[in-house]
C-alpha cells in the first residue's frame, strides 16, 4: 500500500522569503509523483509533476520540486515567495503500471505567506 | 474547455435521507474520478470510470454508496441513508484517459455535504 506524508500542517513565512513543503511516500513499486495546490475558495490544480527523467521538475509560477528516491522524497521549494502563493498544498501518488485511476494524497500544507 | 462542474455545490441534509450528486466533466475527457476530502485530511479516492465503466472503487465505497457514468458522459454519485460522518467534501475530476503514464486530473469546485 502507498502513502503519502506531509510534515508540517501548516507553514508561515514572510513574503520574499524562500520556502519548502516537505513530502515524504511510502511505496513498495515506483511511483509517479504530484503536488496540487488548492487558492482559497477554488479548486485543486495541478501545480506540477514528477514522471520519468530529469529528478527536478519545474512549475510556471516558480515552484520547483526534486525527486529523491533514495530518500521517497518529494519536497516542493520556491526561492522566494508571494503573497498570491498563499493556498493549500497537497502531495499525490499513483502507482507505477497500475491502474491509475487511485492518487493518494497526504493531508496538506497551508501555506500563509505574509507581508 | 469549460472546466469540471459539480452540482449542487453545497448540500445540507437530514441523515437518513439520499442525496445524489452530478458532475460533468471535461468535455472528451474519458475518465473521470471521485474523491471525497474531510476537514483536515487531504482527498481520498473513491471511485473511477473510464468511459461508462466504473474501474475500481475504494473500500471507503460502502454499499450505502452508488456512482454511475451513463453514456460516459455525466456521472452521479449517490448516498443512500446518509450518516453523520458522510459530512465531507465531494470531488469529482476528468482526464483525457491516455495510455501509458497517468494524464492529468483536472477537479471540479466540490459539493460540500453537511449531514444533520
Known amino acids: 500500500a502507498q502513502s503519502v506524508t506531509q510534515l508540517d500542517s501548516q507553514v508561515p513565512v514572510f513574503e520574499e522569503a524562500p520556502v519548502e513543503l516537505r513530502c515524504n511516500y511510502s511505496?513498495?513499486?515506483?511511483?509517479?509523483l504530484f503536488w496540487y495546490v488548492q487558492y482559497p475558495n477554488q479548486g485543486l490544480q495541478l501545480l506540477l509533476k514528477?514522471?520519468?527523467?530529469?529528478?527536478l521538475v519545474e512549475s510556471i509560477n516558480g515552484f520547483e520540486a526534486e525527486f529523491n528516491k533514495s530518500q521517497t522524497s518529494f519536497h516542493l521549494r520556491k526561492p522566494s515567495v508571494h503573497i498570491s502563493d498563499t493556498a493549500e498544498y497537497f502531495c499525490?501518488?499513483?502507482?507505477?503500471?497500475?491502474?491509475?485511476?487511485?492518487?493518494?494524497f497526504g493531508k496538506g500544507t497551508k501555506l500563509s505567506v505574509k507581508p | 474547455d469549460t472546466g469540471v462542474s459539480q452540482n449542487p455545490r453545497h448540500k445540507i441534509t437530514k441523515r437518513g435521507q439520499n442525496v445524489t450528486f452530478r458532475c460533468d466533466p471535461i468535455?472528451?475527457?474519458?475518465?473521470l474520478y471521485w474523491y471525497r476530502q474531510t476537514l483536515g485530511q487531504g482527498p481520498e479516492f473513491l471511485t473511477y470510470f473510464q468511459n461508462e465503466a466504473q474501474l475500481e472503487k475504494s473500500r471507503l465505497l460502502s454499499d450505502r454508496f452508488s456512482a454511475e457514468r451513463p453514456k460516459g458522459s455525466f456521472s452521479t454519485l449517490e448516498i443512500q441513508r446518509t450518516e453523520q460522518g458522510d459530512s465531507a467534501m465531494y470531488l469529482c475530476?476528468?482526464?483525457?484517459?491516455?495510455?501509458?503514464?497517468?494524464?492529468?486530473?483536472?477537479f471540479g469546485p466540490g459539493t460540500r455535504l453537511t449531514v444533520l
Open positions: 511505496s513498495s513499486v515506483s511511483v509517479y
Open positions: 468535455s472528451e475527457h474519458n475518465r
Open positions: 499525490a501518488v499513483t502507482n507505477y503500471g497500475g491502474s491509475q485511476g487511485n492518487l493518494i
Open positions: 514528477y514522471l520519468s527523467g530529469s529528478t
Open positions: 475530476a476528468s482526464s483525457r484517459g491516455t495510455s501509458g503514464s497517468p494524464d492529468t486530473q483536472y
